[in-house]
């Protein structure tokens, strides 16, 4: 399975697919902070949510970057279980590497103010990963078989996570916890409500990844 991951992490790269993700992560970070400094923790809240749809879109794009015969071939080599999980922790990669340009550049670019709040901006952005992959996974090619429903389901899914987390929601526990992250941070939040929505956040991404898995076994 690390040789499944670490083909497609190559195939991803050496196919020029990685260099659309890492300038919409350029971008979306100077349009952040591009306006002057900002506290860690709010600043990295509205990054988790403003990198979400990008890094639902990597994951798209790694998982199509393995053509139909090739995946069906990997299949039958390693099961189904394990090529779905390689195509999974691939995605999990790219969009990890997204993270960490995320939190470090603006460092660079002198858009914090201070470490404070740099841990729990770390876990918005993780929280951020987790969930994107499982959007990203659900708008492949594998699962949609067309490339105009598969940005269907990303935008439209992307949007839905924004929308749904608003306050005052009534069905908040159909999105994933992005925007109530970024409202928590801004306000210093407590560890008894990270802990409740990092509960959301798994239990979300759990669900995405089992219809996921249930969409690959029925169209493998």
Not at 86 to 109: C, Q, R
Not at 172 to 197: C, E, I, K, N
């Amino acid at each position: 399975m690390v040789a499944l991951v670490r083909m497609r992490l190559t195939a991803f790269l050496r196919g020029g697919r990685a260099l659309p993700g890492l300038l919409g992560t350029l971008v979306v970070v100077g349009i952040i902070y591009g306006g002057g400094r900002s506290a860690a923790a709010e600043a990295y809240g509205f990054s988790a949510v403003a990198l979400f749809p990008v890094i639902a879109w990597q994951a798209k794009l790694l998982l199509d970057t393995e053509p139909d015969v090739q995946r069906r071939l990997a299949v039958t080599a390693v099961g189904l279980r394990r090529e779905v999980t390689a195509g999974l922790l691939a995605a999990a990669a790219v969009g990890f590497v997204t993270v960490v340009l995320a939190m470090v550049l603006p460092w660079l670019f002198g858009g914090i103010t201070g470490p404070a709040g740099i841990v729990p901006g770390l876990w918005a952005h993780l929280a951020s990963l987790v969930a994107a992959v499982g959007l990203g996974a659900l708008a492949s090619r594998p699962v949609t078989r067309s490339t105009l429903y598969g940005i269907a389901v990303l935008v439209t899914g992307s949007v839905l996570a924004i929308v749904l987390g608003l306050d005052g929601s009534v069905l908040p526990w159909l999105a994933p916890p992005l925007m109530a992250a970024a409202r928590r941070l801004a306000d210093q939040p407590g560890s008894a409500s990270l802990a409740a929505l990092s509960v959301q956040a798994v239990l979300w991404a759990t669900v995405v990844v089992a219809i996921y898995a249930r969409f690959r076994r029925t169209r493998s």
